[in-house]
């Protein structure tokens, strides 16, 4: 019995994303791990505000290496701990406001060292 979908496009067996053969075939390493953070307690976050133009303060956090600390998502947490905007830059985290306080706090709770 011949199969249903034999010579169509349907017929195609799942092939490898990186080396297009398949996938029985195929032998790919595993996917790469992601990076590997660094524990918070094995960090130290600095921040300070700033004041920009038209007198807009921001707190910046910063001393943390991207390479070692998702951003990020540190970024997002800030943000809702503070119900404020921010963004990264320079390989800082910037959060609209003067949130010093408060991020101080969420930052120890979460193990990192400070100052
Ligand atoms: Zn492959």
């Not at 034999?6 to 017929?11: I, K, L, R, S």
């Not at 390479?67 to 320079?90: F, M, Q, R, Y």
């Not at 910037?94 to 990192?112: A, F, I, N, P």
Request: hydrophobic share 30%.
């Amino acid at each position: 019995m011949s199969r249903l979908f034999a010579g169509t496009p349907f017929d195609i067996p799942p092939t490898c994303d990186r080396c297009d053969r398949p996938i029985e075939s195929c032998d790919c390493p595993p996917e790469v791990a992601k990076p590997t953070w660094l524990p918070p307690s094995k960090q130290r976050a600095k921040i300070r505000t700033d004041q920009r133009k038209h007198r807009r303060v921001v707190t910046v956090i910063w001393g943390l290496s991207p390479d070692e600390t998702n951003l990020p998502e540190l970024l997002s947490v800030l943000k809702g701990h503070c119900g404020a905007g921010g963004c990264i830059s320079n390989d800082a985290i910037e959060l609209q406001g003067d949130h010093k306080q408060r991020v101080t706090d969420k930052l120890k709770k979460m193990e990192y060292r400070v100052g």
